[in-house]
């Protein structure tokens, strides 16, 4: 996670594509299956998981992250106690979005996660972001790991609209013939 110079990530089996700008792109694996969009860097032993999803017309973003958690087991549980920063957050726009930043000490060194659970008018997003660092920066490496992806990243994805979806077909006009 080197540099925020991201190059462009777009979902396109997700229920409600998504689209993001990923640092570094070339080194991370991206795999988009049916129903969890997830980038995964070994280099740095970080992973970011990505979801949409239709729900109730009336659906709260509670339940949008227990859905998440039902289909993802890895989504970290949140201890208050390492709970470094939560807020809202704008992004994707029309979701209400609550962002959850933590990190906990583990046997493999220290741990961090930002994780954004959002809710609208019959849709979900989820956003799971987890990394791993030993050593002795190991503190100041998540946090510059965090604060990354929170600025660079899940403060930027976006719902791609209808229209951007929609094939492109070029009509091609064959003038009448003149009339005689």
């Known amino acids: 996670m080197a540099d925020a110079r991201g190059g462009r990530v777009r979902s396109h089996v997700l229920d409600f594509p998504i689209e993001l700008s990923l640092p570094d792109k070339q ?4 795999v988009e299956g049916p129903s969890w969009l997830v980038a ?19 659906v709260r973003r509670a339940e949008c992250e227990a859905q998440a958690r039902l289909s993802r087991s890895a989504i970290p549980l949140v201890h208050e ?3 470094v920063d939560r807020q809202t957050i704008t ?4 979701f ?4 959850v930043v933590g990190v906990e000490p583990s046997a493999l060194g220290i741990s961090g996660y930002a994780l954004v659970f959002g809710a609208s008018s019959g849709r979900c997003y989820a956003a799971v ?6 050593g002795t920066a190991a503190e100041s ?3 510059a790991r965090l604060g990354l992806v929170v600025d660079g990243i899940l403060s930027h994805v976006r719902v791609r609209s209808v229209d951007e979806r929609a094939p492109r077909r ?11």
């Open 141 to 143: 490496e998540v946090a």
């Open 91 to 94: 992004a994707p726009a029309d």
């Open 129 to 134: 972001f987890t990394t791993m660092v030993s």
């Open 40 to 58: 995964e860097q070994k280099s740095s032993s970080s992973q970011l998981a990505i979801r949409t999803w239709r729900a109730d017309r009336v």
């Open 27 to 30: 080194s991370w694996k991206i």
């Open 81 to 83: 106690e390492a709970v």
């Open 170 to 180: 070029h009509l091609v006009v064959t003038p009448k013939p003149a009339a005689e």
């Open 96 to 99: 209400d979005n609550e962002l």
